[in-house]
């Protein structure tokens, strides 16, 4: 299979990639030219339909952060590591008399460099560094290089920016890029066409789904062929009111991610419920698909993935829930409780929710969506075990009894 990748680099960079793309026969490149790496954010909506994207370095790759995660698609980057450091070194030593500590340096990681002379033994001299952050300016970083070169401190600049580079040969300042090796560009092209074969057999698996309507009239053809249409999915009838879907997770979670949803709900004016199942078989994907059902309320839609993680609901208000846990404190708080992992997951997150570790049975009741009753049960369940305890009461109203005040006495933040 040949996976499709767009590039974004400088033009030095697509230029040294285009040399030996022909060892990547299973890679197909698209290439996205820019003069500085804040193009990025400008380039990615213009990107072609592809499998993957790849990023010359981490500047832009951070830059198009908010762009690049509404990619349906997964994205990487060339890592400047050691490998690129001992490379450069290496290159300046060989081709120039240029002792280290007359270098000036802009990197990302300036403690690369100490790792890669240290591990030389080189402990004495060291070059005149600046850490570039995703804030940088353009004019800053030159400025730091020709500034040490005027001063007679440095006599060459080595630059991760092809932009610095253009600009300090422009002024006629001794400069060199820093050099990716050809086998970190290969690599990590190679990881990138991985992450795209994952992400396909991830989407092409088999995900199951319930359709009801909650008034127990029946569902018209007219109205499955519309959802079916839009999520590529085969009905199955399993009562009057209920059918079963068949699609993949790719479909299914584009559904969850669009406003897909929202136009289901729209297609009729009985209220509608939705619910969806990912797992390793089919069996696995109707099960929890089953699962996800009991949690549905009127026109909103939930979903159990593979790790037994509940998701919903949709399309709004969207929380997790670890349906299961395989941490031993908490499979043991879970076990003596007798409270479902699906309850001990959102008790976690309620108190992650909160400002205050101090909170009342109303207040659980409310984040949970349960009666006072069974708030209240769930808190004894705590109490009694030492799970929780009572610190205080509030007293809300002139008559009545006081209100306890909780606070939970396990770890949450895991």
């Not at 584009?254 to 897909?260: A, D, R, S």
């Amino acid at each position: 299979m040949v996976i499709r990748i767009a590039v974004l680099g400088s033009s030095k960079f697509i230029e040294r990639l285009m040399q030996f793309e022909q060892e990547l026969p299973s890679i197909r490149m698209d290439y996205y030219i820019y003069s500085t790496p804040m193009e990025a954010i400008d380039i990615v909506p213009t990107i072609k339909p592809c499998d993957a994207v790849f990023f010359s370095g981490s500047l832009p790759y951070i830059y198009a952060k908010e762009v690049r995660e509404k990619l349906p698609v997964p994205s990487h980057y060339l890592r400047q590591d050691e490998t690129a450091i001992t490379t450069t070194l290496l290159a300046i030593s060989y081709s120039t008399s240029i002792p280290i500590q007359k270098l000036s340096i802009d990197l990302i990681e300036p403690q690369s460099v100490q790792n890669v002379l240290e591990d030389i033994g080189q402990i004495e001299q060291y070059p005149y560094m600046m850490k570039i952050d995703p804030t940088f300016d353009l004019h800053d970083v030159v400025s730091f290089h020709s500034n040490l070169q005027d001063s007679g401190e440095s006599s060459l600049a080595v630059t991760s920016i092809h932009a610095v580079y253009q600009k300090m040969k422009e002024n006629n300042l001794s400069v060199m890029r820093m050099i990716d090796p050809k086998n970190s560009i290969l690599n990590g092209l190679e990881e990138t066409k991985s992450m795209a074969l994952l992400a396909k057999s991830q989407s092409a698996k088999i995900a199951v789904g319930y359709i009801q309507l909650t008034n127990h009239t029946a569902i018209t053809n007219d109205l499955l062929k519309k959802i079916s249409s839009s999520i590529q999915a085969s009905f199955v009838k399993t009562e009057d009111n209920l059918y079963m879907l068949y699609s993949t997770q790719g479909d299914v979670q584009e559904v969850l991610k669009n406003n897909t949803l929202e136009k289901w709900f729209e297609l009729t004016s009985s209220p509608l419920k939705v619910a969806f199942g990912f797992g390793k078989t089919v069996v696995e994907a109707t099960q929890n698909a089953k699962d996800a059902l009991d949690y549905v309320t009127e026109n909103t839609a939930y979903l159990i993935n593979d790790h037994k993680e509940l998701l919903g609901p949709f399309p709004t208000n969207q929380k997790q829930v670890q349906l299961k846990t395989n941490d031993p404190k908490l499979s043991q708080l879970a076990k003596e409780t007798t409270l479902s992992p699906a309850n001990v997951s959102k008790i976690i997150q309620f108190s992650r929710s909160r400002k205050s570790t101090e909170f009342t049975a109303q207040d659980l009741e409310y984040y949970l969506q349960v009666s006072r009753r069974t708030s209240e049960r769930i808190l004894k369940k705590l109490v009694d075990h030492g799970y929780a305890r009572i610190i205080g009461e509030e007293m809300t109203y002139q008559q009545g009894r006081p209100r306890a005040i909780y606070e939970l006495n396990f770890p949450t933040y895991l």
